[in-house]
């Protein structure tokens, strides 16, 4: 609608009209303000979320078995790498790297041509096509596209059970042949390559360019030594889990390679200091969500809120309730023996060389201060034997405490007497109530700017009529004054 200022009484009636909107959205911008407050709410609530998933990770990495049963292995000598799985046995071995796998070499030098791809010039076959022997000694004939080297080498390489690939390679100046890698390194792939040749190629007899040979580590000296062989460099098993992997042949007089594999406490270690940093930033996010209003700094969008608190309260109840059954006479102990305690600021210390102490006295109770719980559910036929069921069963090492508090609290977890149930933490829940909730403010918000604009069109209508009124008035008072002139 066009503007109706002053167009008789003077009055800014825009002005007067938008002062009079402003009063009567007051409850609309009211319910905008809540719906800017709810969305920090919910933002915060994701962000706590976020951060107890870490926490979960953190907490079911000292629930794996690759964890406690993780092993380090070192190696005196760049000859030799070497690798452990988890639960491979301790122990230390010492060799000798006598010689590298090699893969056997052949080259057609005996005759060349002068183009690798010139079938016409330079053809490498009488006839249109030759026979390779597979794998499994049969053999195949192979129809190359014409009688060019190039063509030969591309029919022998298309054919996925030859033993070999084929290569052109240059022997001279401009002089060409056909040379056979084996597919398989060690002396037994190289044994049967000799009777695998192809047949039917114009390039007479093939040489061996490189024979192929094992890898061998001869262990000990004098009568006691063996030897180990492998057809590639890598020997498996060479104790229990345990794989080296040659890199370089040693000299006569050098120093054998020593590998010795060891439990990888410094890695256990470093996953306990893990959960307590994650454990931390949890406490830290709970903390910063939900401080009070001071004069320095705003409330938190989570302050008072009992979700929150309760959390709080959790975490460091699980810390200080201790294991049970692991102290003298089966009862509690306390997590400072793993060299896990609560700050006074509430948050967790980690003292490494407390934990590393009772690791090194008994592994299986340093274990038990974090992966121990009581199984309940398989018990009644509801879960997994040897399963830890989040939220069922009952947790007793810190990991397992931790890990149930942060699923329950975050994604939620599976319920053994109803596996189709989709499970829901406790940040979803808040997260999506208060979702509704914004949903509903905004259609209350929607509502209001209908029943705003119908204000402001009732409100225009009746200054317009209001101005009119007056231009009447102002004509009539005109007329009567001429009136009461015309008298005089």
Do not use: C
């Not at 976020?50 to 406690?68: E, I, N, Q, V």
């Not at 022998?156 to 100046?173: F, H, R, T």
């Not at 996953?271 to 709970?286: F, G, I, W």
């Not at 210390?349 to 009772?358: E, M, P, S």
């Amino acid at each position: 609608m066009a503007s109706i200022d002053g167009l008789i009484s003077g009055m800014s009636t825009t002005d007067t009209i938008n002062q009079l909107m402003q009063v009567e959205a007051a409850p609309q911008t009211a319910l905008k303000s809540k719906v800017s407050t709810v969305n920090k709410v919910v933002t915060a609530y994701q962000s706590v979320n976020s951060r107890l998933s870490s926490l979960a990770a953190a907490a079911g990495a000292l629930g794996k078995s690759d964890t406690w049963g993780g092993m380090k292995a070192t190696s005196s000598s760049s000859a030799a790498a070497i690798s452990a799985q988890s639960g491979a046995s301790a122990g230390s071995l010492s060799f000798h790297v006598d010689q590298l796998a090699a893969t056997r070499l052949q080259t057609f030098k005996d005759a060349s041509v002068t183009s690798i791809t010139d079938a016409d010039a330079a053809p490498v076959m009488s006839n249109d096509s030759f026979d390779i022997y597979l794998k499994d000694g049969t053999k195949k004939p192979l129809t190359p596209t014409d009688r060019s080297l190039q063509a030969v080498v591309t029919a022998i390489n298309g054919e996925a059970e030859a033993p070999y690939k084929a290569s052109a390679v240059q022997i001279a100046p401009g002089r060409y042949t056909l040379q056979l890698t084996a597919k398989e390194s060690g002396a037994d792939a190289a044994a049967k390559i000799d009777n695998l040749l192809p047949e039917g190629l114009d390039l007479g007899s093939s040489t061996v360019t490189i024979d192929g040979r094992d890898a061998v580590l001869t262990v000990g000296e004098g009568n006691g030594a063996y030897a180990i062989n492998s057809t590639t460099n890598t020997f498996a098993d060479i104790l229990p889990g345990v794989t080296v992997t040659a890199a370089k042949a040693q000299a006569p007089g050098d120093a054998p390679v020593t590998v010795d594999i060891s439990a990888d406490v410094e890695g256990i270690a470093t996953k306990v200091q893990a959960l307590v940093d994650n454990v931390n930033v949890v406490l830290n996010e709970l903390a910063s969500q939900s401080k009070i209003k001071s004069a320095d700094a705003a409330a938190g969008p989570l302050v008072g809120d009992a979700a929150i608190r309760k959390l709080r309260q959790d975490i460091l109840g699980a810390v200080s309730s201790g294991a049970p059954g692991l102290g003298a006479n089966d009862t509690t102990a306390s997590f400072k023996e793993v060299g896990i305690s609560i700050n006074r600021d509430g948050t967790l210390a980690f003292v490494k060389d407390a934990f590393l102490k009772t690791y090194k006295a008994d592994p299986a109770r340093a274990e038990k201060f974090f992966d121990s719980y009581t199984d309940v559910t398989s018990a009644k036929g509801n879960g997994t034997e040897g399963t830890f069921q989040p939220g069922f069963d009952t947790a007793n090492g810190l990991g397992r405490k931790l890990e149930a508090l942060a699923l329950i609290a975050s994604e939620g977890v599976k319920d053994p007497d109803n596996p189709n149930k989709t499970p829901q933490g406790t940040m979803q829940a808040l997260m999506e109530r208060n979702t509704k909730t914004i949903s509903s403010l905004n259609d209350q918000v929607s509502e209001w700017d209908v029943r705003l604009e119908l204000r402001r069109t009732a409100l225009q209508k009746q200054f317009s009529s209001l101005e009119v009124a007056l231009g009447k008035m102002q004509q009539q008072s005109s007329w009567l004054a001429g009136q009461l002139a015309g008298l005089g």
